[in-house]
């Protein structure tokens, strides 16, 4: 599914003009399809009171031609103007009706519009949708409206909420929220979803969300380049499994890691590699890592190395693996290597050879630590591999803070791919996925059980796992990443928000996928 931001739909809209459409067309078609959701978010509009909170722009008009509908279908409507009446032949329809229009210049301290909000039974938000150019100022008409909406939501008897395009306060393009928006019943957006509603924390602000068509052209559509994961792109994007494989088949891979501190990572990461398909996994870790985790994955295979004084990987070790590179089709570097001078070294050594691997590699945790300390990382990091930072790992590696990291995530997900020329996976709140050649994802999912220890290990391995089986890096980080959330959400189902361990996300893993690859 397409994504777009405010300045996008504005020119999908224009090219539905240039295409024959009008915007008086484009309006009624919106205004219709309001209606006719409020309509079935009511059940019944006979006698029902509905306060329609128009704005000035266009998505005010949206909000007037719902109103005139919904009047002509049998329900009791006023309309609430904080700017003032509106000079336009949508305004006249509402006043051939004799429906009731308050000038908000007229009601002192909105005393009106406190009446008619607390004997609704619905209220459509038609004030700005995708088109607030600033954030909202206490004292203002339409600031005052949304102090007065929130306190009816707040009531013993709240009327329903449908935001028209977007909730007022709620940013197209950033996912901002303004303290004084209020969370819909539902959203009814136009053409395309915005951006900002699947970035943190619009995407909790949203209520039920449906995509109404009004008419873009398909081709005008098809050029926007950034993406919404689904379920849908998942199942068509999954590697083949045919019948007469064998383990060679689903490739191998190479999970290299571990220390003294971090033992468990890099049997996570592997146990994650095999539910998500590969045929065989083998982990290069130190000989006592080894010994500790070996027993609780039987079906990996082990390379032992050395360990260095602090219990890691020396950087010798880097030599010693390079005549193993090349049997694998797919390598995760990182998982627990932990962060010391023997870590950068096995690092800087290492990196180069990923280059032997046939379909690619993912640069994780620790390794991107040590990636980001050097001076040449860019021109390390080999083309097909795909690298999963996490916010302050992200900061680390494009010399920034996490603060700029979270409030651009799109923008520097892709100047990442474009400086390490490979593909990036940011990951927390809706996971960005960016590539080298400008092809950008943003995941569906946001959710905290997830923020658990581990959790990014298991998402490193299965991207491994699809490497191994012939997906290409952009398409295996997907699939990671849409995997790795949808079984958290299968997951929150039964535990809630808390108390997920991360090795319960792999193993729920093949049936989430089994689901999604129903037909």
């Not at 909170?53 to 006023?78: E, I, Y």
């Not at 000038?103 to 209220?123: H, K």
């Not at 080298?436 to 491994?464: E, K």
């Amino acid at each position: 599914m397409k994504l777009v931001t405010a300045a996008q739909m504005r020119e999908l809209e224009q090219a539905a003009v240039a295409a024959g459409s009008s915007e008086e067309q484009l309006m009624e078609e919106a205004g219709l399809a309001v209606a006719q959701e409020a309509w079935m978010l009511l059940g019944t509009l006979e006698g029902r009171r509905i306060v329609v909170l128009a704005g000035p722009g266009n998505n005010g008009g949206d909000g007037l031609v719902a109103a005139r509908h919904l009047f002509d279908w049998g329900a009791d409507l006023t309309v609430y103007m904080p700017g003032g009446h509106r000079r336009e032949e949508r305004m006249e329809e509402i006043q051939k009706r004799e429906i009731p229009a308050i000038d908000g210049r007229e009601d002192a301290g909105q005393a009106l519009l406190e009446q008619v909000l607390m004997g609704s039974d619905m209220v459509i938000d038609a004030l700005l949708g995708i088109g607030q150019a600033r954030p909202l100022e206490a004292g203002e008409p339409i600031a005052g409206a949304l102090q007065k909406l929130a306190a009816a939501r707040a009531s013993y008897q709240p009327p329903k909420l449908l935001a028209v395009d977007l909730p007022t306060g709620v940013n197209a393009d950033s996912g901002a929220v303004d303290p004084l928006a209020v969370e819909p019943d539902m959203t009814v957006t136009f053409g395309l979803p915005k951006v900002g509603m699947y970035q943190a924390p619009a995407s909790a602000m949203l209520g039920r969300v449906q995509v109404i068509d009004i008419g873009i052209p398909k081709a005008a559509q098809e050029a926007v380049k950034l993406e919404l994961l689904t379920s849908r792109w998942a199942r068509t994007n999954l590697p083949a499994r045919p019948e007469d494989a064998n383990k060679g088949t689903f490739g191998k891979v190479l999970v290299v890691g571990g220390s003294r501190r971090y033992v468990g990572a890099v049997q996570l990461a592997a146990t994650a590699a095999y539910r998500a398909g590969a045929g065989l996994v083998t982990v290069a870790a130190p000989e006592r890592v080894v010994e500790l985790v070996a027993a609780a994955a039987p079906e990996v295979t082990w390379l032992p190395q050395p360990a260095s004084e602090t219990g890691g990987l020396p950087g010798e070790a880097a030599i010693a693996l390079r005549n193993e590179w090349p049997g694998f089709r797919a390598a995760v570097l990182g998982p627990g290597l932990g962060d010391d001078a023997e870590t950068r070294a096995f690092t800087w050594a290492a990196l180069p050879d990923l280059a032997d691997l046939a379909n690619g590699s993912v640069i994780d945790a620790d390794a991107l630590n040590a990636l980001a300390s050097m001076p040449d990382a860019p021109g390390r990091v080999p083309a097909n591999a795909v690298l999963t930072p996490h916010p302050g790992e992200l900061a680390r590696l494009m010399n920034t803070t996490v603060a700029d990291v979270q409030s651009r995530r799109l923008g520097i997900a892709s100047e990442a791919a474009v400086k390490y020329g490979c593909t990036v996976v940011l990951k927390g709140a809706h996971s960005v996925i960016a590539s080298a050649d400008g092809r950008t994802t943003l995941s569906p999912f946001a959710n905290p059980l997830l923020a658990t220890a581990g959790s990014g290990d298991v998402l490193a391995g299965m991207i491994g796992g699809y490497l191994a089986q012939g997906a290409a890096p952009f398409e295996a980080a997907c699939l990671g990443v849409y995997f790795h959330g949808a079984a958290g959400e299968i997951l929150r189902e039964e535990y809630g928000s808390a108390g997920l361990l991360a090795g319960e996300i792999a193993a729920r893993l093949p049936k989430v996928v089994k689901d999604v690859a129903a037909p």
